[in-house]
């Protein structure tokens, strides 16, 4: 179980200390997890991210360039033999999911490099899926009242301790939600 209550236990018992309202809400969802991965571009190994949600790749697969498409925000490479995609962005940390991703076509992220049609590369990709992963919410203050705040438990909570400390009436009014850590960006409209 992926804990938010152990992320930011701090928080939590803070709240409680001073009196205010705290609520844990369990939920399932499909966890995904890279076990391993490897973009090479001819020979050389280069940085890479993957997109969350990526099937894995069965061996090593080699592949050659077939086409170059060029979009607003990423350049997204094609190859002869396999659906595998690789995009090319200025910084492949910040590649983000906006919505659930529906198709696992494997999709590499890497940074800025040049690359030319007919070029090799070779990918491997290994993902584990769990279907019963489990997380939960917390709810901070009443909950009946208007949502004042989101944030992510992987996040750094001094803010949210802040409210706590300084403002702790607010909660009677409204009450602050944390999330599970939003890595992959998928955690999208939880009302």
Known sequence: MFETREASKG???????KGIY??????YFINWKILNSIVKIGKKEVYHEVLPYSASIRGILRD????IIEKKDKIILKFHKSPVEVWIVE????????KPRFISTPIFIIENTEIKEGQKFEFRLQTEIDHNAK????YIG???GKLLEEFFANENLTK????????PEIFKEGYIRLLPSNEYGVLVNLQ
């Open 11 to 17: 928080s939590f018992d803070l709240s409680e200390e």
């Open 22 to 27: 705290c609520e844990e809400e369990e939920f």
């Open 64 to 67: 050659k360039l077939k086409h």
């Open 91 to 98: 910084n492949p940390k910040n590649v983000k999911l906006d």
């Open 135 to 138: 997380t939960s919410l917390l």
């Open 142 to 144: 009443n909950k009946e």
């Open 160 to 167: 949210l301790e802040n409210y706590i400390l300084e403002t």
